[in-house]
């Protein structure tokens, strides 16, 4: 029932800038963290950048200078400005949110369907 739409996708020239947006539907009783990863052709999913409840950030090294999270808690969005862009950056970046499902305190995580960043002449 929870679902994240991701849109913003597509290709950029190196050096510019491209914004992903994360929209959460559903329920989910807490959200503790919303973040964005990424997966390079033969690579494996790597963090990009994270912000949690509180606000707190974490960025890739690779990334860190260039690209900014934020969330907005009265929509559950989750976005992805990407700054600078270099074709090291091409990638398919999906979405994620952790939380609890309910009063209990089940964790749950959820996934995006990923949307394709190409940066490139």
């Known amino acids: 029932q929870v679902q994240l739409v991701e849109s913003g996708g597509g290709s950029v020239q190196p050096g510019g800038s491209q914004k992903l947006s994360c929209l959460v539907s559903?329920?989910?009783?807490?959200?503790?963290?919303m973040g964005w990863y990424r997966q390079a052709p033969g690579q494996e999913r790597e963090l990009v950048a994270v912000i949690t409840s509180s606000g707190t950030t974490n960025y890739a090294d690779s990334v860190k200078g260039r690209f900014s999270i934020s969330r907005d808690d009265a929509t559950n969005a989750v976005d992805l400005q990407m700054n600078s862009l270099k074709p090291e950056d091409t990638a398919v970046y999906y979405c994620n949110v952790r939380g609890y499902s309910d009063y209990k305190g089940s964790a749950v995580q959820y996934w995006g369907q990923g949307t394709q960043v190409t940066v490139s002449l």
């Open positions: 559903g329920s989910i009783f807490v959200i503790n963290s």
